[in-house]
T-cell receptor, first 114, second 114 residues
Framework: DSGVTQTPKHLITATGQRVTLRCSPR?????VYWYQQSLDQGLQFLIQ???????AKGNILERFSAQQFPDLHSELNLSSLELGDSALYFC?????????????FGPGTRLTVL | AQKVTQAQTEISVVEKEDVTLDCVYE???????LFWYKQPPSGELVFLIR??????QNEISGRYSWNFQKSTSSFNFTITASQVVDSAVYFC???????????FGAGTRLTVKP
């Protein structure tokens, strides 16, 4: 158990809908990262927050947004969902901000868009 | 640009065999970190090891060992006396000073048969 929690574990929704994925980092970690894992794209970095502020952005679509709250939990919002958004979404956390940190991953949320 | 290549898509071995998973990376950074993660069938990503670019010493942890060779830009992972529980997808990843995200390889699916 990494100490990172994600809810829900599974999510099934329809095209055009909006969903929110939630992540709680390990105790003491200030950075939260979001990744998307799909069969065709592999593991793709989406976005990083550090202590409430956006720190880095990867291949995140404009339909997707995230935030980190004062209690350090984070939410990833996916809107106008398409079939291609079906994937496993991981949250990871680390103590610091940067490339030297080990990222510890949560169990993931499996999103299915029908 | 950063890139991680895991040329072996799938490997199948019989229990107790030794197996080496290859990882080759590309980076322009002089300071960088390399990681290995394990993704068992249950889906979570489990951190195995972190190695910085200045430490080329090989590492052994039980049946696991890692060989880092800067000269060939490789960070290979060997499992000695493999067990069925080692069956998983293994990811090599790279993070560097001048990049915003951790880059993952495509993963190697290891199947250990009894």
């Amino acid at each position: 158990d990494s100490g990172v929690t994600q809810t829900p574990k599974h999510l099934i929704t329809a095209t055009g809908q909006r969903v929110t994925l939630r992540c709680s980092p390990r105790s003491g970690d200030l950075s939260v990262y979001w990744y998307q894992q799909s069969l065709d794209q592999g593991l793709q970095f989406l976005i990083q927050y550090y202590n409430g502020e956006e720190r880095a952005k990867g291949n995140i679509l404009e339909r997707f947004s995230a935030q980190q709250f004062p209690d350090l939990h984070s939410e990833l919002n996916l809107s106008s969902l398409e079939l291609g958004d079906s994937a496993l979404y991981f949250c990871a956390s680390s103590a610091g901000t940067g490339y030297t940190d080990t990222q510890y991953f949560g169990p993931g949320t499996r999103l299915t868009v029908l | 640009a950063q890139k991680v290549t895991q040329a072996q898509t799938e490997i199948s071995v019989v229990e107790k065999e030794d197996v080496t998973l290859d990882c080759v990376y590309e980076t322009r950074d002089t300071t960088y970190y390399l990681f290995w993660y394990k993704q068992p069938p249950s889906g979570e990503l489990v951190f195995l090891i972190r190695r910085n670019s200045f430490d080329e010493q090989n590492e052994i942890s039980g049946r696991y060992s890692w060989n880092f060779q800067k000269s060939t830009s490789s960070f290979n992972f060997t499992i000695t006396a493999s067990q069925v529980v080692d069956s998983a997808v293994y990811f090599c990843a790279l993070s560097g000073l001048n990049n915003n995200d951790m880059r993952f390889g495509a993963g190697t699916r290891l199947t250990v048969k009894p």
